[in-house]
C-alpha cells in the first residue's frame, strides 16, 4: 500500500514536468524523489537502478547518452519495475518497455514531439538533434505515440 501511495506521488511530480528534460532536470528530479544517480565503472552493463539509486556507466558521462540512460532508468524508478537476473523473458522484456516508455515522456512529451513536426522537423535525424537524443530514441518516441514515419 506504501509502495502504491509512493509510485502514485512519483507519478504526480512527473506529470508536473510537461516540457522536455535535460540531463540536470532529470537529475533534480531523482533529487527531488530522494533517488540517487552515481557514476560507477560498470563492466558489461550501460546503467542500471533500484528503487532509490541509480547507476550509470561513467564511459556515458557528459554524452547523449547519458540523458537517455538516466531517463529509463529513472523510468524503472517510477513505475517500480525492477527485476534480477532470474526472472523470465517475457517480464524483463515488459519491465523494459515500461521504464522505456516513461523515458520516452520525460524526455518528448507528445506535444512537444507534434510541435517538433509541424514546425518542419520530419527527418529521423533532425528530430534527434532537435531533441538532443539518438536516432533509435526518436524511433521509440515515434512508435509509442503512434506517428508514422
Same mark, same amino acid.
Given at each position: ?6 509510485? %502514485? ?50 564511459? !556515458?558521462?557528459? @554524452? ?18 525492477? !527485476?534480477?537476473?532470474?526472472?523470465? %523473458?517475457? @517480464? ?50 515515434? %512508435? ?6
Amino acid at each position: 500500500m506504501i509502495l502504491i501511495t509512493l509510485l %502514485k506521488i512519483k507519478e504526480e511530480l512527473i506529470r508536473l514536468k510537461e516540457n522536455c528534460m535535460n540531463v540536470i532536470e532529470l537529475a533534480a528530479t531523482a533529487t527531488e524523489l530522494d533517488i540517487d544517480i552515481s557514476y560507477h565503472p560498470l563492466r558489461k552493463l550501460r546503467s542500471l537502478s533500484y528503487p532509490q539509486d541509480i547507476f550509470i556507466n561513467i564511459k !556515458y558521462a557528459n @554524452t547523449q547518452k547519458e540523458k537517455e540512460l538516466i531517463a529509463h532508468e529513472l523510468g524503472h524508478c517510477l513505475t517500480g519495475c525492477f !527485476y534480477d537476473s532470474k526472472v523470465d %523473458k517475457i @517480464t524483463r522484456g515488459k519491465y523494459e518497455y515500461r521504464a522505456d516508455c516513461r523515458a520516452i515522456q520525460l524526455l518528448i512529451p507528445e506535444q512537444e514531439l507534434k510541435k517538433a513536426l509541424s514546425s518542419g522537423y520530419t527527418e529521423i535525424w533532425e528530430l534527434a538533434e532537435h531533441f538532443e537524443v539518438s536516432e533509435s530514441f526518436i524511433s521509440k518516441a515515434l %512508435k509509442f505515440y503512434r506517428i508514422a514515419q
